[in-house]
């Protein structure tokens, strides 16, 4: 059985830096594409990175120069270090898997249940 659990999120202010975390069981890390999307309330849900199985990656616009997705197979663990975070950031953040890396939400099979990130002085 597939489990994605995200760890790391919470409130930070402004300018700040948060490292999320994902662990994986019954899930070759690097056999997959894995990514991260974000839900803000009232908003769809947006892509914000991935990384595919040969190494590419994808990053949203709104989070180009601030993220950096990153993967340790060894360890089944995922990563998104997030910095100079913005209120805009705030929002519930999602490890998901798939075959592909893109920023289309029903492309991923496998997913997290989210982890709370709010950004705010």
């Known amino acids: 059985q597939v489990q994605l659990v995200e760890s790391g999120g919470g409130l930070v202010q402004p300018g700040g830096s948060l490292r999320l975390s994902c662990t994986t069981s019954?899930?070759?890390?690097?056999?997959?594409?894995i990514g991260w999307f974000r839900q803000a309330p009232g908003k769809e849900r947006e892509g914000v990175s991935c990384i595919s199985r040969n190494e590419s990656t994808y990053y949203a616009d709104s989070v180009k120069g601030r993220f950096i997705i990153s993967r340790d197979p060894a360890k089944n663990m995922m990563y998104l270090q997030m910095n100079s975070l913005k209120p805009e950031d705030t929002a519930v953040y999602y490890c998901?898997?798939?075959?592909?890396?893109?920023?289309?939400?029903?492309?991923?099979?496998?997913w997290g249940q989210g982890t709370q990130v709010t950004v705010s002085s």
């Open positions: 998901v898997g798939g075959l592909l890396c893109t920023a289309v939400a029903g492309a991923y099979n496998y």
């Open positions: 019954g899930f070759t890390l690097d056999y997959y594409a």
